[in-house]
């Protein structure tokens, strides 16, 4: 079994511990602004902890800066073209066009980087992606009538193009600088912008704890350090067009533990899916 499917499956698994640190934050009623910016501050103090001993014997610092923000940019921008998404569309249908992103990332690592994928692995990429939109579509809610569709969809074309940008560059990080570098400089610069735009992205609401946040946020900058770092690793030797899809599907280990802590239901669609993603995972060995 390949090193880059192990680290990818590590990152499958603790990135989407990470994403049900969500559902326990929303369920704890925490401050999402303070939740989100000390998860990503966490994350880039970790990253610098590990980066600094060897940041002397560190050249190339201009392709570093520049792919950690370009990272950064693609990152905030699918995430609050999301969010602006979704007071125009219904979520069903900006859930569903965000998850091309993933559709845009294989298409150009199969044009650019060349890679190449066996049959079976071509069909657990396509059930994989698969996953991404039965999910998508199983948290649909209820459309409602709006005189902004088109500034919806072309919000929802926006976040597809940060959400591809923050992948790619993911895998050209990989490959051209330091991984512990990248990550030091990419969430730096995620938590600055974080803090210009924290206003739009996350509207304070009545009743938010504070002090719960503090400790959701550290738990989910340490998950978040590990698993992306494992995904980094993963890139570094292993096709995009593969690992895309197959860590793209983390948040079924976050419906999982919903289901067994919070007894939250689970749909007929999330079952078919959650099915499906096993086949995918055997497949893209």
Known sequence: MANWYLLALTALVVLGLQRFLYKVSAEMRCNSAVTTFVFMATVALLSWCAYLPRAVAVTHLGPLLIVSLVNSLGFLTGTL???????????????????????????????????????????????????LFIFARSRAGTASESSHARRGLLLALLAIAG?????????????????????????????LLILLVKSRMFPQQAGQRTRPALFIGLAMGVTNFCGYYALLRALASGPLAIIAPLVGMYFVMAVLLSFLIYRERITRLQLLAISLTVVSILLLR
Do not use: N
């Open 81 to 131: 073209a999301t969010i602006e998404a979704l007071k125009s569309l219904p979520s069903g249908t900006v859930y569903t066009l965000t998850r091309l992103s993933t559709v845009l990332s294989v298409l150009f690592s199969l044009a650019y980087f060349g890679d190449r994928l066996t049959l079976l692995q071509s069909f657990g990429v396509l059930l994989a992606l698969s996953v």
């Open 163 to 191: 959400g591809a940008t923050s992948t790619v560059s993911s895998k050209f990080a990989a490959l051209q600088v330091d991984t512990f570098g990248f990550m030091a400089v990419s969430y730096s610069m995620s938590t």
